[in-house]
């Protein structure tokens, strides 16, 4: 079914979807809003800008470092990418499982790590999972390949 405009839509979704809710216009454009930004990460990712996209990063307004905005998307020089590989046990992935792996190797020291979950037990995947920030730089996880055994992640440093 076609319609002539987004506002259009938007009413129908609340008349025929969202008509349970307080606010059924406002209900539907968070669901139109969210469509959005799915299709959007994943035409980020098609492009090959997965590993420069960082999800929801507050930036500085008008170079006042007291007042930031969040935004969906943002776009982040590369600094350095990793491999690991963490077994594939049925258990959530977390940074702190992350970090551990790639700690092994890595000098990765001056990163804080954060308490996020690339994949929890539900299945429910995170991306551009950030596991770890530092002053001028953090670090975001993706899948690589889901295996059997194991799963490959790619790790990358952004500016």
């Keep these: 079914m076609a319609y002539e405009s987004v506002d259009k839509l938007q009413n129908a979704l609340g008349e025929k979807v969202f008509h349970y809710t307080k606010d059924k216009k406002k209900a539907a454009g968070r669901a139109l809003g969210t469509m959005v ?46 491999g690991v590989a963490i077994p594939n046990d049925g258990n959530s992935i977390t940074a702190a499982k992350i970090l551990k ?45 889901i295996g059997q055994q194991e799963h490959e992640l790619l790790v990358f440093e952004q500016m």
């Design 101 to 145: 792996a790639l700690g092994e190797k890595n000098n990765i020291t001056k990163f804080d790590k954060k308490n996020n979950n690339l994949l929890d037990t539900h299945n429910v995947l995170r991306n551009a999972c950030t596991i770890g920030e530092s002053k001028d730089s953090f670090l975001l996880t993706s899948f690589k390949t």
């Design 37 to 82: 930004e799915i299709i959007t990460y994943y035409l980020l990712k098609t492009w090959g800008f997965n590993n420069s996209t960082s999800i929801e990063r507050g930036l500085v307004e008008y170079g006042n470092e007291d007042i930031s905005h969040n935004v969906e998307y943002s776009l982040h020089p590369i600094i350095k990418e990793y």
